[in-house]
């Protein structure tokens, strides 16, 4: 059964950091793109960041460079969201997702969804 599960999420301070995770079992993530969104209430799911199977670059969308960070650990099949000084408009469910490549956060070009873990950025 091919699946991926998101952790990691919770309740936070503005400012704090959360790292969060995408565990996949059933196929091997080094193999594909893999895609973090969010989803707030009453808005569109969203792309955060992206990691490319080939080299391992990276994509951030304008809103997150230089507070979060994107990563793989191929041993462990399971990819990272390393997320700092997060702000209250950081707050959504966050999933991710396999793709062929990170040349768009389109979702509909990625697919296995997780069942996605909330983060909360409140005082």
């Known amino acids: 059964q091919v699946s991926l599960v998101e952790s990691g999420g919770g309740l936070v301070q503005p400012g704090g950091s959360l790292r969060l995770s995408c565990a996949a079992s059933?196929?091997?993530?080094?193999?594909?793109?893999i895609g973090w969104f969010r989803q707030a209430p009453g808005k569109e799911r969203e792309g955060v960041s992206c990691i490319s199977s080939r080299d391992g670059s990276t994509v951030y969308r304008d809103s997150v460079k230089g507070r979060f960070t994107i990563s793989r650990d191929n041993a462990k099949n399971t990819v990272y969201l390393q997320m700092n000084s997060l702000k209250p408009e950081d707050t959504a469910v966050y999933y991710c997702?396999?793709?062929?490549?990170?040349?768009?956060?389109?979702?509909?070009?990625?697919?296995?969804w997780g069942q996605g873990t909330q983060v909360t950025v409140s005082s």
């Open positions: 059933g196929f091997t993530l080094a193999d594909y793109a």
């Open positions: 997702a396999i793709s062929s490549n990170c040349e768009s956060y389109s979702t509909r070009i990625f697919g296995s």
